[in-house]
């Protein structure tokens, strides 16, 4: 926690460092009448608005420091969230700024902007920005959908283009990040920084690693309709330090997967030589992976997540999970180190085609002297509920099937929309947000 709120720190210093540099170095001193005023205000929402898009940049980047605080579902999220304040601070700081030359040249906004678009550096900020745009367009959720995956990742990439091409109007235009400044040194560190962790965690560290443990497909089992079991083979695999409940992203090199990655759970903490994955089919792509022959090369990134019982608050453990949701939940309880009585397990399906992995569960040395329950069948029509309609006629609710709910730490796993519903009991209930554990894969 303590670490969590030096990094929210660092991300508004970062903004303050950007104004106060600007300040520093004479920004006010050019205010003399309303054109410089609103020139100067362009100035200021084009350097918060570029520090913002590097923080995102270095939250998209998987840098461990932020997983093992954030993890990489809330990092993204607020990624997302930036987007939109981002973009509107790049647009004012090119309307302003249109506006208070053409207020000082005596001239109007189109002239202005012409004249601006005969300048090669300036012409890159404008494509910077179209690029920019494009990408927060197709992040709107009513948008994103529309897309599939590697349509929208393919568009998302431009957003490193859109950063980079926008470089040399900073560094010419207006002396703002004038030579021999500290400001030209603290955001060429900026850039560094932000595109450093990319290359570094997103491209050289992945491929390190797939290098080094050299893993390869060594079987793969059907589970039930449409979910497989990878049973992976490679070097020294107990080194990615793998926490129970962790997940990976992997690239599987064959023809028909090689061009996409997948986030999946381990479905068993990795031996020294051994791995396990368990994939539901929920596309094309995770289809794909089914067909996998052994022998195939596999690429990881990762392990990356806080769904580990690193991250408990409390004495107690309550655990939901439905459908392919119970691999993280698999791998969570194999190495815990529970007590009896410590834990309490609710298995959710809709009928006993989706009781993936459960007769496992019970098995595992860390379960003994602690309950599982399993509950199958449809949700009432009409009702949201996670619950199934037997249950609710019976009066089960979420504190009875865990009576000592307020003391434990609540871990929950499957479709996100049965998720919510879950979290919203576990609230209505009085949980608090700290004990309460969830990982999304959602893009």
């Known amino acids: 926690m303590r670490a969590a709120d030096l990094m929210v720190v660092a991300v508004w210093l970062s903004v303050a460092v950007a104004i106060s540099l600007w300040l520093a170095y004479g920004g006010m001193n050019q205010v003399t009448d309303p054109a410089s005023a609103i020139t100067a205000l362009g100035i200021v929402t084009g350097l918060v608005g570029t520090d913002l898009i590097l923080v995102m940049l270095v939250l998209a980047a998987r840098i ?18 930036l987007g939109k304040p981002a973009l509107s601070l ?32 300036l012409l890159l900020a404008y494509l910077g920005f179209g690029l920019l745009v494009a990408v927060v367009v197709t992040s709107l959720v009513a948008v994103r959908r529309r897309f599939s995956y590697e349509a929208w990742h393919l568009i998302h990439l431009l957003s490193y283009l859109a950063v980079l091409v926008a470089v040399p109007h900073q560094l010419s235009a207006g002396g703002v990040l004038a030579e021999g400044t500290g400001q030209r040194v603290y955001w060429l560190a900026l850039y560094v920084l932000a595109f450093g962790s990319i290359g570094v965690f997103r491209f050289l560290v992945p491929m390190i690693r797939s290098a080094r443990h050299g893993i390869r497909v060594a079987g793969v089992e059907q589970v039930a309709p449409g979910v497989v079991s990878l049973h992976l083979t490679g070097r020294n695999l107990d080194r990615l330090h793998t926490a129970g409940g962790q997940y990976a992203i992997w690239r599987f090199w064959t023809g028909a997967t090689w061009w996409h990655a997948h986030p999946v759970s381990f479905s068993a903490v990795p031996t020294a030589t051994t791995a396990r994955i368990t994939v539901r089919d929920l596309g094309r792509g995770s289809a794909a992976i089914g067909r996998v022959r052994p022998g195939a090369r596999v690429s990881i990134e990762g392990p990356y997540g806080v769904f580990t019982d690193a991250h408990r608050v409390a004495p107690k453990l309550a655990v939901v999970a439905a459908g392919i949701g119970i691999t993280p939940i698999r791998s969570l309880l194999e190495r815990s180190p529970l007590s009896p009585g410590e834990a309490t397990v609710v298995l959710r399906g809709t009928d006993s085609t989706q009781s993936y992995l459960w007769s496992e569960i019970g098995a595992l040395p860390s379960m003994r002297g602690n309950t599982v329950y399993t509950m199958l069948g449809a949700r009432p029509p009409g009702l949201a509920t996670w619950m199934s309609a037997e249950a609710l006629s019976r009066g089960v609710t979420i504190t009875s ?33 700290a004990q309460i554990h969830v990982e999304r894969f959602d893009w």
């Open 64 to 81: 461990p420091a932020i997983d093992r605080v954030f993890g990489q579902d809330k990092a993204m999220a607020l990624h997302r969230r």
């Open 90 to 121: 790049i647009l004012a700081h090119a309307a302003l700024l249109t506006v208070g030359y053409a207020m000082s040249d005596g001239s109007n906004v189109v002239a202005e902007t012409i004249g601006f678009l005969q300048s090669k550096d």
């Open 401 to 433: 099937a865990f009576p000592d709910l307020l003391r434990s730490d609540l871990y929950v796993c499957g479709p996100q929309a049965w998720t919510d519903l879950v979290i919203r009991d576990a609230r209505a209930a009085g949980l608090r947000e």
